[in-house]
């Protein structure tokens, strides 16, 4: 029997890095999963691996409220349930700080990593806040929000600003919604982990030389199975139980 038996999750950015790691650790822990991402190629592949018992694809960018709205719907028409365990994920770098970030690049960053996120916050709690009426009490099943942050949330970090702008005004939305929706039984966690090696960096546009010397310099840094761990970990606990903010660095880590 898996730890998460019977839970319906929703995972965005599912087609690579940490939200592909957390969609296959759910899978391995016995949840059905509905992933969403924009390559639909990669999202095949991930169906094909871990079988279309357990993964309904919503394709689409994250950030529009008609997508997520379809995610929402996909869970009931894929698994027959509202999800109860969406990870808000989907998400992208920005090299550079307020003067020297590419400012073409400024609006789209903020509408996936802050706008997004917080349109997925609120039609994931109202869908959970239903279901949770619907079965007349909270106690007797979890219901969870997983948010990625960052350490660069946290810790001003004067080489990424821009990105971490976003991810400071993510964590005190998280923070917000916790203190909204917890009294009403709905668990928020902010998850901010430090370097961990995915496609961000590319994507972020960091230079590839200095980069890796600081990964060589503080590594071995996280792998995104370490996050889809951690996540696992979160939703596993009893409904009783909620892990509000956890940071997650790889031990070499200092800063930030
Ligand atoms: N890696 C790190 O060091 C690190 C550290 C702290 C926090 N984080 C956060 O962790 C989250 C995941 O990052 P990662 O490291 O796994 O990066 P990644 O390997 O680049 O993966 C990002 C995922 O987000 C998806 N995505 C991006 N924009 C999207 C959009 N508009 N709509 C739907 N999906 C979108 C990408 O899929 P498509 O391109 O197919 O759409 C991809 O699946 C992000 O929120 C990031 O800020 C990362």
């Given at each position: 029997m898996g730890s998460l038996d019977g839970r319906v999750a929703l995972v965005t950015g599912a087609s690579a890095g940490i939200g592909e790691a957390t969609a296959r650790a759910f899978v391995q822990a016995g949840a059905r999963v509905v992933v969403n991402a924009r390559r639909t190629d990669r999202l095949n592949a991930l169906s094909n691996e871990l079988g279309i018992a357990h993964i309904a694809m919503c394709e689409g960018d994250a950030s529009d409220p008609a997508v997520i709205t379809a995610m929402l719907d996909a869970a009931q028409s894929a698994f027959g349930a509202a999800a109860d365990l969406v990870v808000v994920n989907a998400g992208r770098g920005l090299a550079g700080s307020v003067l020297t970030s590419d400012p073409a690049q400024w609006d789209d960053m903020i509408r996936v990593n802050l706008a997004g996120a917080a349109h997925l916050m609120r039609q994931a709690s109202e869908a959970m806040l239903a279901d949770i009426d619907r079965r007349g009490d909270w106690l007797s099943h979890p219901h969870d929000i997983v948010v990625l942050g960052s350490t660069v949330g946290r810790h001003i970090s004067p080489f990424s600003s821009m990105y971490g702008s976003t991810k400071f005004g993510v964590g005190s939305l998280a923070e917000a919604l916790r203190r909204e929706v917890g009294p009403r039984g709905i668990r928020v966690s902010l998850l901010e982990p430090g370097i961990v090696r995915t496609e961000f960096q590319q994507v972020a546009g960091y230079d590839p030389e200095s980069f890796g010397a600081l990964m060589d310099k503080l590594g071995p840094v996280l792998d995104p199975s370490d996050i889809a761990r951690t996540i696992r970990f979160i939703a596993e606990?009893?409904?009783?139980v909620a892990i509000g903010d956890v940071v997650i660095r790889g031990t070499r880590q200092d800063y930030p």
């Open positions: 606990q009893p409904s009783h």
